[in-house]
T-cell receptor
Framework: DAGVTQSPTHLIKTRGQHVTLRCSPI?????VSWYQQVLGQGPQFIFQ???????GRGNFPDRFSARQFPNYSSELNVNALLLGDSALYLC????????????FGPGTRLLVL | QKEVEQDPGPLSVPEGAIVSLNCTYS??????FMWYRQYSRKGPELLMY????GNKEDGRFTAQVDKSSKYISLFIRDSQPSDSATYLC??????????????FGQGTRLTINP
């Protein structure tokens, strides 16, 4: 079975631009979470979605938004990019109620110049 | 104070050594405890998870949770060069509703020398 997939793998943007990152969960997983991992730090929670509904949001500005589609794939959007948004963006999927078994994708590495 | 503290290392040991990785936490509501392994430029890979205090063993890996001390450990026996990676501890509050988010430590960078 395929694991969590993310696209693109790498992205270079300039300040003020907008970016859209995509995630496809493991087949059968309806819950998708997004995390931001800055170099040298552990991942930080951004959003969780289940059945297209937002379940929770971390301490990130409104420039960050996300949505989940009927096939349970998800998009993370970031507007008005700042240099500090440069990071590895990780998507994780899990079965409902199984937060102890969240499986991560390879991530999208975003560089903002 | 961060909710989860983890020594970033780096930690370097010879092949075959027993490795001990540790995290402390401040939120007594945490009930799920996970260890992830992350190779350079890759996503985190789930190694083990535990729900209660005590030990859980899986091959060369043993996870230990001491809720009274708010302290968790991962032991790696007979360490191999392929174990060289960053190890992340993660914790979660049990939630039936609302966000089921993971709170991560900073990660410990481990190198096993042949």
């Amino acid at each position: 079975d395929a694991g969590v997939t993310q696209s693109p793998t790498h992205l270079i943007k300039t300040r003020g631009q907008h970016v859209t990152l995509r995630c496809s969960p493991i087949s059968g997983h309806k819950s998708v979470s997004w995390y931001q991992q800055v170099l040298g730090q552990g991942p930080q929670f951004i959003f969780q979605y289940y059945e297209k509904e937002e379940r929770g949001r971390g301490n990130f500005p409104d420039r960050f938004s996300a949505r989940q589609f009927p096939n349970y794939s998800s998009e993370l959007n970031v507007n008005a990019l700042l240099l500090g948004d440069s990071a590895l963006y990780l998507c994780a999927s899990s079965l409902e109620g199984r937060q102890e078994t969240q499986y991560f994708g390879p991530g999208t590495r975003l560089l903002v110049l | 104070q961060k909710e989860v503290e983890q020594d970033p290392g780096p930690l370097s040991v010879p092949e075959g050594a027993i490795v001990s990785l540790n995290c402390t936490y401040s939120n007594s509501a945490f009930q799920y405890f996970m260890w992830y392994r992350q190779y350079s430029r890759k996503g985190p890979e789930l190694l083990m998870y535990t729900y209660s205090s005590g030990n859980k063993e899986d091959g060369r890996f043993t996870a230990q949770v001491d809720k009274s001390s708010k302290y968790i450990s991962l032991f790696i026996r007979d360490s191999q060069p392929s174990d060289s990676a960053t190890y992340l501890c993660a914790m979660s509050v049990v939630r039936l509703q609302g966000a089921q988010k993971l709170v991560f430590g900073q990660g410990t960078r481990l190198t096993i020398n042949p």
